[in-house]
């Protein structure tokens, strides 16, 4: 290990935890273990806090945040702007930490990490621009009242964000949380993912040497039955920016007045129209279906093609299908394991209801696992008795569903309890527009498949797929609140009267 990350970690092996500037042990003398997913055996260990120390960085949170509060916009970017290059300049053993904790291909783990300290220099930017306007009114703009008060209204920050991020990109889905919340003002609590713990504390590192005040940034690891609802219900919080699954309306459920900041999945449909480019609708669907072993939110997770290029769409994805590599991510193969067992114990269970009710095809060979290993899957025919056809599986399971229509294929999307991403493939720019109206989706991409950036775009979820908008400008907008200042003056005043 480089002298840059010697800190952050114990004597015993096992990873501490951040608090006041510190790196730290548990007082609780336990460890949780992080099983790498593709030997299934324990790759890491990090600290188990207990309840008091979590009860120690929202009181120096609260504290550090005060004065945070009062250092100039410019100077909070100049802070991120260090926090940037240093994560560049220290980005492989993040890098090879996403490799072992959670199967990322070796080379998409570099990816994300230099995406991440992309993230963190264009929100310092955004930021200074963004966070110093502010809006002058005056009264005689409503119905009855002179000119003689004026209200000035600016932005800002809400006090301490509790982040969380999701496993499957630990550090980007970490910072775009992180710094939009510190350029705002704010104080943060980091609870990492438990795979994708260490990746989390090498990138806090970074954070760390650049200087920021202590107490500012805490990172807490542990069980989640210990300290899981403990974090979100504290009453120290208050802003969640929580990115994961169905544990999301759980959160919001028990997290009363606090701001909420929620992506919680989609079942990102791509509607081919029977006007498409087939070559390119496969291309991405390839893609979009399979990248990362299928484990993205923004993951195609069903294919609604038309029944006059059905055919012929799925010879295309076929084709694309055989040509995947399945290994190790340190081989930089396509299909790399899931995350867990459980994880894979679902897939598969979704994958065998499809094949046990009629009509089902597997296209591309019969279904085969090793252990967290499944082979990409390209199922033909399922139908809406189907699980696959509703359910998100976050593997790499790809379902086509043959419809009648653009129409028919609309109603499907907007009968799904998610409504994350989708996608449509025509060459009518007009059709596009008015399907993507129809479709009750965050975002429609049109002749593309499903993603989450540039990371400047807005990302955003209806029904259960999210609550709150995500993009720089909008994490920047979700980390502040609004204050107005109204100057009363004596008698009535205008400009040049």
């Known amino acids: 290990?480089?002298?840059?990350?010697?800190?952050?970690?114990?004597?015993?092996?096992?990873?501490?935890?951040?608090?006041?500037?510190?790196?730290?042990?548990?007082?609780?003398?336990?460890?949780?273990?992080?099983?790498?997913?593709?030997?299934?055996?324990?790759?890491?260990?990090?600290?188990?806090?207990?309840q008091d120390e979590v009860n120690k960085m929202f009181d120096s949170a609260k504290v550090s945040q005060k004065a945070w509060a009062?250092?100039?916009?410019?100077?909070?970017?100049?802070?991120?702007?260090?926090?940037?290059?240093?994560?560049?300049?220290?980005?492989?053993?993040?890098?090879?930490?996403?490799?072992?904790?959670?199967?990322?291909?070796?080379?998409?783990?570099?990816?994300?990490?230099?995406?991440?300290?992309?993230?963190?220099?264009?929100?310092?930017?955004?930021?200074?621009r963004y966070l110093g306007e502010g809006q002058l009114l005056n009264s005689d703009s409503?119905?009855?009242?002179?000119?003689?008060?004026?209200?000035?209204?600016?932005?800002?920050?809400?006090?301490?964000?509790?982040?969380?991020?999701?496993?499957?990109?630990?550090?980007?889905?970490?910072?775009?949380?992180?710094?939009?919340?510190?350029?705002?003002?704010?104080?943060?609590?980091?609870?990492?993912?438990?795979?994708?713990?260490?990746?989390?504390?090498?990138?806090?590192?970074?954070?760390?040497?650049?200087?920021?005040?202590?107490?500012?940034?805490?990172?807490?690891?542990?069980?989640?039955?210990?300290?899981?609802?403990?974090?979100?219900?504290?009453?120290?919080?208050?802003?969640?920016?929580?990115?994961?699954?169905?544990?999301?309306?759980?959160?919001?459920?028990?997290?009363?007045?606090?701001?909420?900041?929620?992506?919680?999945?989609?079942?990102?449909?791509?509607i081919v129209c029977a006007d498409a480019d087939l070559a390119l609708a496969a291309k991405h669907i390839l893609k979009g279906g399979f990248s990362y072993s299928g484990q993205r939110c923004t993951a195609v997770k069903l294919v609604l093609a038309v029944d006059a290029v059905a055919d012929a769409l799925v010879a295309a994805v076929a084709e694309g299908v055989r040509k995947l590599s399945v290994g190790m991510p340190e081989d930089d193969c396509d299909i790399t394991p899931v995350v867990s067992e459980s994880s894979s114990n679902f897939i598969e269970g979704l994958v065998m209801d499809a094949k046990e009710k009629a009509g089902a095809t597997f296209v591309t060979g019969p279904y085969k696992r090793e252990g967290n290993l499944i082979w990409p899957v390209l199922l033909d025919n399922v139908t809406p008795s189907m699980r696959l056809a509703w359910e998100e599986p976050f593997g790499p399971v790809l379902p086509v569903m043959r419809v009648r229509s653009a129409e028919e294929a609309v109603a499907h999307c907007n009968a799904s309890k998610y409504g994350l991403q989708g996608c449509v493939f025509t060459r009518d720019i007009n059709a596009a527009i008015a399907i993507s109206d129809a479709m009750e989706t965050g975002t429609v991409q049109v002749n593309s498949a499903p993603a989450r950036g540039p990371d400047h775009f807005p990302f955003q979820g209806f029904r259960d797929s999210g609550i709150g908008s995500q993009g720089i400008r909008n994490s920047l907008a979700m980390m502040v609140k609004t204050k107005s200042t109204v100057i009363n003056l004596e008698k009535e005043s205008y400009t040049m009267g």
């Open 70 to 128: 009062k250092t100039p916009l410019w100077k909070r970017a100049e802070y991120l702007h260090k926090v940037a290059a240093l994560m560049r300049q220290h980005a492989q053993p993040i890098a090879d930490c996403l490799v072992k904790e959670v199967a990322k291909p070796a080379k998409d783990s570099l990816t994300e990490v230099i995406r991440s300290a992309d993230l963190i220099d264009y929100t310092a930017e955004e930021g200074v």
């Open 1 to 50: 290990m480089s002298d840059f990350y010697k800190d952050i970690v114990a004597p015993n092996g096992v990873y501490k935890y951040y608090l006041n500037g510190q790196w730290l042990e548990s007082t609780s003398g336990k460890a949780v273990g992080i099983t790498n997913p593709s030997t299934r055996q324990t790759c890491f260990q990090v600290q188990a806090c207990t």
């Open 142 to 270: 409503f119905p009855g009242n002179g000119r003689n008060k004026m209200c000035l209204v600016s932005k800002v920050p809400l006090g301490v964000v509790l982040a969380i991020p999701p496993f499957n990109y630990p550090v980007n889905l970490a910072v775009s949380k992180l710094a939009p919340a510190l350029m705002a003002g704010n104080a943060v609590v980091l609870k990492p993912p438990t795979q994708g713990a260490v990746a989390g504390i090498h990138m806090l590192q970074c954070f760390h040497a650049a200087g920021l005040p202590a107490g500012l940034l805490s990172l807490a690891t542990g069980r989640g039955a210990e300290i899981g609802d403990f974090l979100t219900t504290h009453p120290g919080v208050n802003c969640i920016s929580f990115t994961g699954g169905d544990t999301g309306i759980s959160i919001s459920k028990k997290a009363g007045m606090v701001p909420l900041q929620m992506e919680l999945g989609g079942k990102d449909v791509c």
